[in-house]
Structure formats: structure tokens, C-alpha cells
T-cell receptor, first 117, second 112 residues
Framework: EAQVTQNPRYLITVTGKKLTVTCSQN?????MSWYRQDPGLGLRQIYY???????DKGDVPEGYKVSRKEKRNFPLILESPSPNQTSLYFC????????????????FGPGTRLTVT | KNQVEQSPQSLIILEGKNCTLQ??????????LRWYKQDTGRGPVSLTI?????NTKSNGRYTATLDADTKQSSLHITASQLSDSASYIC???????????FGPGTRLSVLP
């Protein structure tokens, strides 16, 4: 089954304790992205990657790191989590439009609800 | 500033009725406009994607329209069902892959 998986689905942690949220896709997509969703603000892009070893900042990258060592995996790292990073996080993937200009559907994972106390 | 606005913020309709959701955007450059359905606590699911040259696109009972001149889009839902209760999110992609701007969503409740 084609899917994007995230782990863990729920996480409660304390300020300053490093954590990693994993994201994996089995559709051979070049493009992967992380978003956070907060009430009243909609989804905001944190980081994205257009291929292996290629990552770039989105709109709200502060306090986050990512890596793309393999095509299928795109982990999100919080080196020193703070309470303002309490949020619902989504990973997504898609094929890359490239020069064709065609727009491809983004597939979202089930979400990770993070609480930082 | 790149922005996507949606209206109404929330909407309640009776099962079987039609409804239309609105989206206005000020994103530039413009690559495409997407509508997503998001059930509570789950990831968004794509409904339609339209490039600037497409005026309308349908997906079952969902029909999206796009007016690239006025930078407006609408999502029309026909013969609503209880399962249509969800948030509907309008998203504009600026530069391919580099810039997705999400609207705040419209919360739709379909009552029996």
C-alpha cells in the first residue's frame, strides 16, 4: 500500500530533550516536506527536500533540523525542544514537477502530535 | 505578503444540500492551486489540483473553479453527505516545491 508513515504518532516530552520524528514513504517520491499545524494558523512549511542530500528551509525552520540521506526517509529533529514547538506535525511527499510543469499530488502522513512541557 | 484567505470560517448544512467554499490568494509567482479535505486528527487528502490554465476540475461530487485573473477559487460540494464533515483547505503553490501557502481552512459540518 502506497503511504507515508510517521513515528511516533504522539509524544510528550520536556524542554531541552532532543527528539526525532521519523517520516518514511514507499512511493519513490523525490519531494518530501515537513509542516506544522496550529489552531487558527493553518499548515506552515518547516523544511523541504527535493532529493537526496538536498534540503531547504520553509517558512518556519527555526528550532528544527532535517536530513535526507535516503530517498524514502526524511526525519525531523528538534535539538532542544521548547513549549512553542507544541504542535501537530505532518510529513508529506510527492513526485517533483521538474521542467514539465505538471503538478503532482502531495501525500500526507497521519500526523505526530507533540507536546513540550 | 503571500497569503491565502478562506471563507466562511465554518459552515453548517443539512445532508443532501449543496455548498460553496471560497478561497482568495495573493501568492506570486503562481504554479497551481489545490484543495484538500482534512478529517479531524488526520492528514490532509488531495481533492483537486489546478494550474493557471485550468478553470474547473471535478472529483466526484467536488468541483473546484479557478479565476487566475481575480485570484479566486471556489470548491462546490454537491448533494452533501455526513462524511463530507471535515475541514477544507485551499493551498497555493508558488515556486514548484519551494513555496506552499496554506489557507486556514473552512470547517464544514453536515447534519442529518
Amino acid at each position: 500500500e502506497a503511504q507515508v508513515t510517521q513515528n511516533p504518532r504522539y509524544l510528550i516530552t520536556v524542554t531541552g530533550k532532543k527528539l526525532t520524528v521519523t517520516c518514511s514513504q514507499n512511493m519513490n517520491h523525490e519531494y518530501m516536506s515537513w509542516y506544522r499545524q496550529d489552531p487558527g494558523l493553518g499548515l506552515r512549511q518547516i523544511y523541504y527536500s527535493m532529493n537526496v542530500e538536498v534540503t531547504d528551509k520553509g517558512d518556519v525552520p527555526e528550532g528544527y533540523k532535517v536530513s535526507r540521506k535516503e530517498k524514502r526517509n526524511f526525519p525531523l529533529i528538534l535539538e532542544s525542544p521548547s513549549p512553542n514547538q507544541t504542535s501537530l506535525y505532518f510529513c508529506a511527499s510527492s513526485f517533483l514537477a521538474g521542467t514539465s510543469g505538471r503538478a503532482y499530488e502531495q501525500y500526507f502522513g497521519p500526523g505526530t502530535r507533540l507536546t513540550v512541557t | 505578503k503571500n497569503q491565502v484567505e478562506q471563507s466562511p470560517q465554518s459552515l453548517i448544512i443539512l445532508e443532501g444540500k449543496n455548498c460553496t467554499l471560497q478561497c482568495n490568494y495573493t501568492v506570486s509567482p503562481f504554479s497551481n492551486l489545490r484543495w484538500y479535505k482534512q478529517d479531524t486528527g488526520r492528514g490532509p487528502v488531495s481533492l483537486t489540483i489546478m494550474t493557471f490554465s485550468e478553470n474547473t476540475k471535478s472529483n466526484g461530487r467536488y468541483t473546484a473553479t479557478l479565476d487566475a485573473d481575480t485570484k479566486q477559487s471556489s470548491l462546490h460540494i454537491t448533494a452533501s453527505q455526513l462524511s463530507d464533515s471535515a475541514s477544507y483547505i485551499c493551498v497555493v503553490e508558488g515556486n514548484y516545491g519551494q513555496n506552499f501557502v496554506f489557507g486556514p481552512g473552512t470547517r464544514l459540518s453536515v447534519l442529518p
